[in-house]
């Protein structure tokens, strides 16, 4: 585990495997992904896809509160030969602030310290393509649907 504390932000990072996250901490990650996947962005989906059990979890928190996550998969989790990073949030009292930046960037430095060889892959709502291709990903394949929402396959550029 690695902890960091951001004096800009006074956001809080911590990588977590999904044992050592608390049961209030995974109730507070769930609503989180909840409120934004389901209910904001108006997709029923299902969020419970049992890769949570094997994934890293990426944790920024204020005052005790997680206000931006990631979850990052293995490469034989993801069964794609590529590290993943998904279920990027950050709650939209947060957001354009440069949290969602800073949220990536800690991502990609932990999907390279936890699988240094494997090359890095997201499924980017295709909204976000700009966003992404800043952190330096590049679309890697067609849009696709996914549960009703544009996507696009990007990598990152090492």
């Known amino acids: 585990m690695n902890l960091e504390h951001n004096a800009a932000s006074a956001m809080l990072w911590h990588t977590y495997r999904f044992d050592e996250l608390s049961l209030r901490l995974l109730y507070h990650l769930l609503a989180l992904r909840s409120a934004v996947f389901v209910v904001e ?18 944790v920024g928190s204020l005052d005790g509160m997680p206000v931006a996550c990631a979850r990052i998969l293995a490469p034989d989790v993801a069964k794609s030969g590529y590290a993943s990073i998904g279920r ?9 602030a440069g949290c969602g930046s800073d949220l990536m960037r800690r991502a990609i430095v932990e999907c390279r310290r936890l699988h240094p060889s494997a090359p890095v892959w997201i499924g980017a709502q295709a909204h976000l393509e700009g966003f992404y291709s800043a952190l330096g990903f590049r679309t ?17 550029e090492e």
């Open 140 to 156: 890697a394949g067609p849009e696709y649907d996914l549960d009703g929402i544009p996507h696009l396959p990007m990598t990152l």
């Open 88 to 96: 990027v949030i950050v709650h939209p009292e947060h957001r354009r």
């Open 41 to 58: 962005q108006q997709c029923v989906y299902n969020d419970l896809d049992g890769d949570d059990l094997d994934a890293d979890h990426l």
